[in-house]
């Protein structure tokens, strides 16, 4: 092996470890990584540039625009406070409720975002019935990771495989994941339910005084909750048919973005910007160019072949490898710079040996997406409610959460395993 290939190895596996130990915070972390690996001549500049998936960046960050502006009209709270009262005040029914919310929210806003409009909702919610949120914080983890499965645009991994793979559009995306997707959450949520349906009992009296409360009083702008609505509907109404108008789905979020900023005022420019994650679009940017020093250096090609021997280019068992590979990797480091890996593996993959590579993208989504309600530490979304959950005074516990993340995630990847035989592989 080349000498630039192992120094590229070298500062890929120290800026890996580092991120895996969180004493640094990740997007230090995944810059100083790109940027050594440009100073240490890996890579030139332009080749890093020329690495960054600007498609991922710009639907990011078009989607969080949007949310960010719908969340100041108080519509996710109107949602959860309706839901908790359509049925009765039953602590189990709203943890379904509040379980399902999340879980479509992440299939459209992207999970992360949704977590953060639920957790505080979902705490005035338990507080007035003097119940433990953990439950239901638990609950919204792991239906937030499935629900963001379901589409292009709600997980992180599926934003960076639908950008890296333009055969693979928006449709594409809810014509293979969705219905699996549902067929999980709908276990996932029934076995929550069941389990946690004795530690989540109140009284009467608590029930009616959620009923008491009035959702219409959390809508504060009923002009501006129109004005998102509309913008909404059009933009996710544009990744419908973005291949057809031959238009990026970035394009089509930033779009949808700075219209809206356009109908709603140059103030809302100022609150929206701030609350882009720009933590987690330096993240990517640090990513995209750490692994553009693998994919030059050929290591990356040496992996995809090592790969293809494995499994000796059996399609079979090389979408399985990937599921299963994934979905365990996922569960302990961050699912995103794992997926930043995979997908020029994969690529290479198919110049080497394999002509079908869906049933291997459609793989890796499941087992990224899934396999983060492995542990605390498998997907951003949850360490983000551990963190808001922390500040509330109830601690999520690594093996509190590993104890019930852990068997629902290999369920549900052994459910992924059936769904890709029989649909991909018969």
């Keep these: 092996m080349e000498q630039q290939a192992i120094i590229a190895i070298g500062v890929f596996l120290v800026t890996y470890a580092l991120i895996i130990s969180e004493k640094i915070h990740r997007t230090i972390v995944a810059m100083l990584g790109g940027a050594l690996m440009v100073v240490l001549g890996i890579v030139d500049q332009e080749t890093a540039i020329h690495h960054i998936d600007f498609n991922t960046l710009g639907l990011l960050t078009g989607m969080m625009i949007i949310v960010a502006i719908t969340a100041q009209t108080g519509l996710f709270k109107f949602i959860a406070i309706w839901s908790a009262k359509k049925v009765n005040g039953e602590p189990v029914k709203i943890l379904i409720a509040l379980s399902m919310i999340t879980a479509i929210g992440s299939a459209f806003l992207d999970n992360v975002t949704t977590v953060l409009l639920m957790v505080p909702v979902t705490f005035s919610i338990t507080r007035q019935l003097r119940i433990s949120a953990l439950p239901f914080l638990i609950s919204e983890i792991l239906t937030a990771n499935i629900g963001g499965t379901a589409t292009m645009i709600g997980d992180p991994p599926n934003i960076m495989i639908g950008s890296a793979v333009k055969e693979l559009t928006f449709v594409a995306f809810i014509n293979n994941l969705t219905f699996i997707s549902i067929v999980i959450l709908i276990i996932t949520v029934a076995i929550l339910a069941l389990l946690y349906r004795k530690q989540i009992q109140t009284t009467e009296e608590l029930k009616a005084g959620l009923m008491d409360l009035n959702e219409k009083d959390e809508i504060t702008d009923t002009t501006l909750l129109k004005k998102c609505l509309l913008i909404l509907a059009l933009t ?26 356009l109908l709603t005022g140059e103030h809302y420019l100022e609150d929206a910007l701030p609350k882009v994650e720009w933590t987690t679009i330096f993240f990517f940017i640090g990513l995209f160019v750490l692994v553009s020093g693998l994919v030059e250096t050929g290591v990356i090609a040496q992996l995809a072949t090592k790969a293809i021997e494995l499994t000796e280019g059996n399609l079979v068992a090389t979408s399985l490898l990937i599921l299963w590979m994934s979905a365990i990797a996922s569960a302990f480091v961050d699912n995103i710079p794992f997926v930043a890996t995979m997908i020029p ?44 959950a922390a500040k509330e005074g109830q601690n999520i516990s690594f093996l509190k959460f590993l104890w019930i993340g852990f068997p629902l995630m290999i369920l549900s990847i052994v459910i992924s395993t059936i769904y890709i035989y029989l649909r991909y592989l018969i």
């Design 345 to 388: 593996m994969i690529q290479e993959m198919g110049r080497i040996g394999i002509s079908d590579l869906e049933p291997l993208w459609w793989s890796l989504a499941l087992g990224a997406c899934l396999g983060g309600n492995g542990t605390l530490i498998g997907a951003s979304a949850n360490l983000i409610v551990a963190g808001m």
């Design 236 to 261: 996710i109404g544009g990744f419908f048919i973005h291949q057809i108008v031959h238009v990026e789905s970035a394009t089509i979020a930033l779009l949808g973005a700075f219209v809206l900023l």
